[in-house]
């Protein structure tokens, strides 16, 4: 499986960004994808996450009510909705996927990961 990230960019504070996850290569009839963020110096967080049918969904608090995760199976594409941006969402975005349904926030229960987008905030 292959994830391609992209969607990052430079934003002022208070703007918006989509990032989107593509997959390709071997599907599953069950999965999960997080994103996940990692800045400079710190441990990669997962800010998001769905499972394949979309009944399962986590959000960090700190991205609750401005992040909007989606998926487009018939695209084998998951999104990222990012409004509201600010100065402490600045960091490099990664997809990722497992194997299953559940939406884990640890890293190590993934199994594939995209290249990272940079998204950047500006004041």
């Known amino acids: 499986v292959q994830l391609q990230a992209s969607g990052g960019g430079l934003v002022q504070t208070g703007g918006s960004l989509r990032l989107s996850c593509a997959a390709s290569g071997r599907t599953f009839s069950a999965y999960a994808v997080g994103w996940f963020r990692q800045v400079p110096g710190k441990e990669r967080e997962c800010v998001a996450g769905i499972n394949w049918s979309g009944s399962s969904t986590y959000y960090a608090d700190s991205v609750k009510g401005r992040f909007t995760i989606s998926g487009d199976n018939a695209k084998n594409t998951i999104y990222l909705r990012m409004n509201s941006l600010n100065a402490d969402d600045t960091a490099t975005y990664y997809c990722?996927?497992?194997?299953?349904?559940?939406?884990?926030?640890?890293?190590?229960?993934?199994?594939?990961w995209g290249q990272g987008t940079l998204v950047t905030v500006s004041s």
């Open positions: 990722a996927a497992r194997i299953g349904s559940v939406v884990f926030t640890t890293e190590s229960a993934y199994h594939y």
